[in-house]
């Protein structure tokens, strides 16, 4: 894998560390991959706080996931940059359409831990090569994953990767967390992708610029590490964790944005 691909695996194992504590996020497949594949994590990758943080992302996105399904039950899910992560089968509401989608070498780590069906199927997709929307499933309503995807893609990457979701369906809901301009200066110092060989990050400090011309907008902004989850950590790690990992001042290092076409 190259280094990308490989960050991957540090909210693979901050899930799998969850999971097992059985808190915020119960997720056996993470916790069985993340045994099997034995990657070596290092310095902040391996972080207790970076661990919440990922598991905690995980689970906003999963009842996002939910509540976007239980009203549009007929929806295609697409989850672009999937990893190895297994929404698929935490998502508690059914679904009929799901897609995950990732790099090739991703993909065929993927196939040794999940089966297709006649519902779910798993394609090699590269998200800053929007041509390839286009040969996607049809449907009428997407319901897009972008879970820590965006600071990889380019501003023009992302506005045409957007571009070509609402041209492909009719309606289209979208979550994705960003990392601000100051973020992405900020985590030249204290990123941990940074432990796995990625140097070169992305940020928005402006969504509404990058959705010029669109006809996708922006819908809410939404907690990455919502009050109900935090409250789930032991008394000290939840003090901690909360100066670290919420208020105003790590919104202005990450951000989760809705945004939908209808």
């Given at each position: 894998?190259?280094?990308?691909?490989?960050?991957?695996?540090?909210?693979?194992?901050?899930?799998?560390?969850?999971?097992k504590q059985k808190i915020i996020l119960d997720d056996?497949?993470?916790?069985?991959?993340?045994?099997?594949?034995?990657?070596?994590?290092?310095?902040?990758?391996?972080?207790?706080?970076?661990?919440?943080?990922?598991?905690?992302?995980?689970?906003?996105?999963?009842?996002?996931?939910?509540?976007?399904?239980?009203?549009?039950?007929?929806?295609?899910?697409?989850?672009?940059?999937?990893?190895?992560?297994?929404?698929?089968?935490?998502?508690?509401?059914?679904?009929?359409?799901?897609?995950?989608?990732?790099?090739?070498?991703?993909?065929?780590?993927?196939?040794?831990?999940?089966?297709?069906?006649?519902?779910?199927?798993?394609?090699?997709?590269?998200?800053?090569?929007?041509?390839?929307?286009?040969?996607?499933?049809?449907?009428?309503?997407?319901?897009?994953?972008?879970?820590?995807?965006?600071?990889?893609?380019?501003?023009?990457?992302?506005?045409?990767?957007?571009?070509?979701?609402?041209?492909?369906?009719?309606?289209?809901?979208?979550?994705?967390?960003?990392?601000?301009?100051?973020?992405?200066?900020?985590?030249?110092?204290?990123?941990?992708?940074?432990?796995?060989?990625?140097?070169?990050?992305?940020?928005?400090?402006?969504?509404?610029?990058?959705?010029?011309?669109?006809?996708?907008?922006?819908?809410?902004?939404?907690?990455?590490?919502?009050?109900?989850?935090?409250?789930?950590?032991?008394?000290?790690?939840?003090?901690?964790?909360?100066?670290?990992?919420?208020?105003?001042?790590?919104?202005?290092?990450?951000?989760?944005?809705?945004?939908?076409?209808?």
């Open positions: 894998m190259n280094e990308v691909n490989k960050t991957l695996f540090i909210p693979l194992y901050g899930k799998s560390k969850v999971s056996p497949t993470a916790e069985k991959i993340w045994a099997e594949e034995s990657f070596k994590l290092s310095g902040k990758s391996k972080s207790k706080w970076l661990a919440y943080n990922m598991a905690m992302r995980a689970r906003v996105f999963d009842d996002w996931t939910d509540s976007m399904l239980s009203a549009e039950e007929d929806s295609i899910v697409l989850h672009i940059g999937c990893g190895l992560d297994s929404r698929c089968r935490r998502i508690k509401h059914p679904y009929t359409k799901w897609l995950d989608c990732d790099f090739s070498d991703v993909i065929s780590v993927r196939k040794n831990y999940y089966q297709e069906s006649e519902n779910y199927k798993m394609q090699v997709l590269d998200a800053s090569d929007s041509s390839k929307i286009k040969n996607l499933p049809d449907c009428k309503n997407a319901i897009v994953v972008l879970e820590g995807i965006s600071m990889y893609l380019s501003h023009e990457q992302l506005h045409d990767l957007f571009l070509a979701l609402q041209e492909k369906y009719p309606q289209v809901h979208i979550l994705l967390d960003v990392y601000t301009e100051f973020g992405v200066r900020a985590s030249k110092f204290k990123n941990p992708v940074n432990d796995v060989g990625v140097t070169k990050l992305y940020g928005i400090d402006d969504i509404q610029s990058l959705l010029n011309g669109l006809k996708i907008s922006f819908k809410e902004e939404h907690s990455i590490t919502p009050k109900r989850l935090v409250n789930e950590l032991k008394f000290f790690d939840r003090i901690f964790f909360k100066l670290l990992f919420t208020g105003k001042f790590y919104r202005k290092i990450y951000r989760l944005f809705e945004l939908s076409c209808n």
